[in-house]
Every structure is written in C-alpha cells, then in structure tokens.
C-alpha cells in the first residue's frame, strides 16, 4: 500500500479543492434536493450541445472552471461557473469574440 498523500505538502491546494479544509467543514452541507432552474437547465443544454458537436469537452468545462480565480468562484453558483467556463472556452476557442458576448449580455439584460 502506497503511504504517500495524494498531494504533496509542498504543493499549495488549489482554491476549488475544498475537501478536508477546515473553514468548510464545520458547515452543514445541505442535503435536500434542489429543483434546477430554467437557466441550470440552458446551461446543462448548452453544455451538452458543444460536447455533441464536438466543440468543448467535460474536461474543458472542469479546467475552465477551476481556472475561475478564488473570490468569484465562491461567488457563483454552480452553474454560473460552467457558463463562466462555457464562454471562457468559446472565446480562446474563437467561436465567439469578447465584443459579442458583452453585446449578448447586454441583450439579455434588458
């Protein structure tokens, strides 16, 4: 059996591995389940439809996530983090442009 730890104490954790911190585990995790709302459900859809065509993958999803720097990733929700990746991944992908989202977004706001 392996007695090594699964990451080394030299390495620093990154600010989405929260599992075993103490700050988070004096909180209640809350176990009731949680209807998604009709933007986790566009989300999960669009997410699903960029796999399919082959356009962004889960792992780009993960990666992009964990890329969110510290403050706003405990700021968005859960799937306000995979829209950040989404778009993240589709602007360094150049299927959209940084102007066209903001002008999406300004659409969408009014």
Known sequence: M???PLQP??????HHDMG???KFLC???DR???S???FDRTVDAVRGLLGAKGVMSVDELRRGIEAIPEAEYHRLS???RWIRSIADN??????????ELAAALERASC
């Open 78 to 80: 859960y799937y306000q």
């Open 2 to 4: 392996n007695d090594k």
């Open 20 to 22: 075993g911190v103490s």
């Open 27 to 29: 909180e209640p995790v």
């Open 90 to 99: 589709l602007m360094v992908r150049g299927v959209i442009t940084e102007a």
């Open 36 to 38: 998604l709302t009709e």
């Open 32 to 34: 009731d389940s949680h």
């Open 9 to 14: 104490e030299d390495q620093p954790r990154a």
